[in-house]
């Protein structure tokens, strides 16, 4: 049996959660999910310019568990912008 998930702090939601090209029709089959605590990563990391090791921080998880969410992060929006798929910001 796995751990219970340990509960991520996020700063405040996004001010949009739908992010698409212009001229792409959403399909809820061909858009790419981003979690809330993914967002907040690349926020914090790229946005903020924030250390790793300062965003696990004011995200309350470990710097190995950041790592993990941020490179996750990263891969769906750059699948995204590859591919020209919306990106849908969600809580799960």
């Given at each position: ?14 001010k ?12 809820p ?9 993914e ?5 914090l ?19 190995p ?28």
């Amino acid at each position: 049996m796995s751990r219970q998930k340990k509960a991520r702090i996020i700063q405040g939601p996004p001010k949009v959660s739908v992010f698409k090209p212009q001229g792409v029709k959403i399909d809820p089959h061909d858009e790419v999910q981003l979690l809330l605590e993914e967002y907040e990563s690349i926020r914090l990391c790229d946005y903020e310019d924030l250390f790793q090791e300062e965003a696990a921080e004011r995200m309350g998880v470990s710097r190995p568990t950041l790592t993990r969410i941020y490179d996750r992060a990263r891969k769906k929006v750059a699948k995204a912008f590859t591919e020209g798929k919306p990106i849908v910001i969600q809580d799960k």
